[in-house]
């Protein structure tokens, strides 16, 4: 992530600051899911994420909002030169802590029958990503990452002088940690290769779409001046542990050429290694180019959630039950939190058709906004099951296992409670008994795909108007 935060110069006289008074909020003129903010002090204008590179070259006058902030060590270094050095020994060393993390937990699970898990792998990659994150982004963006140092360059966010130190860094790094790992749990456990266990062209999808994902955060959180910039770390990292839940049965999770090439060189192993050289970079240029308008974005984030939730339940089904229904919900409940992270301040982030139609019931979407938000969503859904039946992950229709009454209780009472709570509530209670679709959109893609329409009216009708009842019920509750 070759971005440094800059933060904003705050307005007044030298002796003081000058307080600016917020303006009422307006929900019918709003586009955005409903989240009422107490009114507060706010700053003169958002702050905005510039390249490093501008900071380090001392082209700040480009960017006359850029200022230090006592407290925020992240950028401690904004308008101080970072020597080219620095920023490869940080790359080198993030990289080696990343890869030997990695691999050490996937050696300790297959060691210790099992004892991590497929949630105990995806978790620690996420972890240490996150931490990594923190602790080196303001030394050169912890890229860690081919693929990211790639697509940063070829959008203008890291010199082109810079991408071969940073990409020799980082193979060196995971060559490296490959190396010591070979020494410390000798002989070496062969499932630290990535290696893909279906199908080439469903291999290639799963590490295209997985980093795809991952750069589109990256880049929505990192570019867009009205994001919190202070969740970059965390949304990554469980970006990482989502994918890995996706895709770990079936390619590793890679989303990385380093991960893939370092333990390869030292086994000498390269099954089909291309898959991951192609793969993973292709997908992360056009993550970082795909953050668009609104109703692209709905469209855009729906296609990614369906996408998701259909690859981890066939996942699954087709790997001996890797995930279960625990793995299955956090996926779910990680893909909603890390695409809506980055879409609410483009498009709100809805993602649903019932979502869009309870904001607009109550003045939080206008009204000439609901069909193309709808129409976008449902679009994303059924691109999404057509591309995993496409890629061979298939399946993924919701189809009640109980009755009529009781199905259409359950999908109303889910969702009367995810509109009403944020973040939504988990899925396992119903996962069961109706699939826990909540979402029409998620219903319609698999069934028009799959030409399997049991009771669907079910799905259509129960969570729009559990939805309208949920958020209803908190808006007569809430204090005024």
């Known amino acids: 992530m070759a971005f440094e935060k800059s933060l904003q110069e705050e307005k007044g006289s030298k002796g003081g600051v000058a307080e600016a008074g917020v303006p009422p909020m307006e929900p019918s003129e709003s586009n955005r899911i409903a989240i009422i903010i107490s009114p507060r002090e706010a700053p003169a204008a958002p702050s905005k994420i510039v390249p490093m590179e501008l900071i380090n070259h001392g082209n700040c006058n480009a960017h006359p909002q850029i200022s230090h902030h006592p407290w925020h060590p992240s950028f401690a270094m904004a308008g101080r030169a970072m020597p080219l050095i620095k920023k490869v020994m940080a790359e080198f060393i993030g990289t080696f802590i990343l890869i030997f993390t990695v691999l050490s937990t996937i050696i300790m699970n297959e060691q210790h029958d099992g004892v991590e898990s497929l949630l105990g792998i995806a978790a620690s990659a996420g972890l240490a990503v996150t931490v990594l994150v923190l602790s080196l982004i303001h030394i050169s963006g912890c890229h860690l990452n081919l693929a990211v140092s790639v697509a940063m360059a070829v959008f203008g966010h890291l010199p082109l002088a810079h991408l071969l ?172 939190a890390v695409i809506v992270a980055p879409l609410v301040n483009v498009s709100g982030g809805h993602l649903n058709p019932a979502v869009s139609l309870t904001m607009a019931v109550f003045g939080h979407l206008p009204r000439a906004h609901l069909a193309p938000y709808v129409a976008a969503q449902l679009a994303g859904a059924v691109a999404a099951a057509f591309a995993s039946t496409a890629a061979s992950f298939g399946g993924g229709a919701t189809v009640p296992s109980v009755g009529d009454a009781e199905a259409f209780g359950v999908e109303f009472v889910a969702t009367s409670c995810s509109s009403s709570s944020s973040p939504p509530s988990s899925p396992i209670p119903n996962q069961e008994w109706t699939g826990a679709s909540m979402n029409p959109a998620r219903t319609l893609g698999p069934a028009i795909a799959a030409g399997k329409y049991t009771k669907i009216w079910i799905y259509m009708v129960a969570p729009p108007l559990g939805a309208v009842a949920g958020a209803g019920a908190y808006l007569a509750l809430k204090l005024n």
């Open 165 to 336: 130190p940073y990409m020799a860094a980082q193979l060196l790094g995971s060559i490296a940690a490959s190396f010591v790992v070979k020494e410390i749990y000798h002989p070496l456990n062969p499932g630290i290769v990535t290696l893909p266990r279906v199908g080439t062209i469903e291999a290639f999808f799963a590490e295209f779409i997985t980093t795809f994902i991952l750069l589109f955060i990256i880049t929505a959180l990192a570019t867009d001046p009205h994001a919190v910039k202070e969740l970059i770390a965390v949304a990554v990292g469980a970006t990482i542990m989502m994918n890995a839940l996706v895709a770990g049965p079936s390619t590793g999770a890679s989303m990385n050429p380093a991960r893939t090439i370092g333990p390869a060189i030292v086994i000498g192993k390269y099954t089909k290694i291309w898959v991951y050289l192609v793969a993973t970079p292709l997908g992360a240029i056009a993550g970082t180019g795909a953050y668009e308008s609104m109703v692209a974005a709905e469209m855009l984030g729906t296609f990614l959630l369906v996408f998701l939730v259909l690859s981890s339940l066939t996942s699954n089904d087709k790997h001996g039950g890797a995930l279960g229904p625990v793995g299955e919900a956090a996926a779910a409940g990680l893909a909603i």
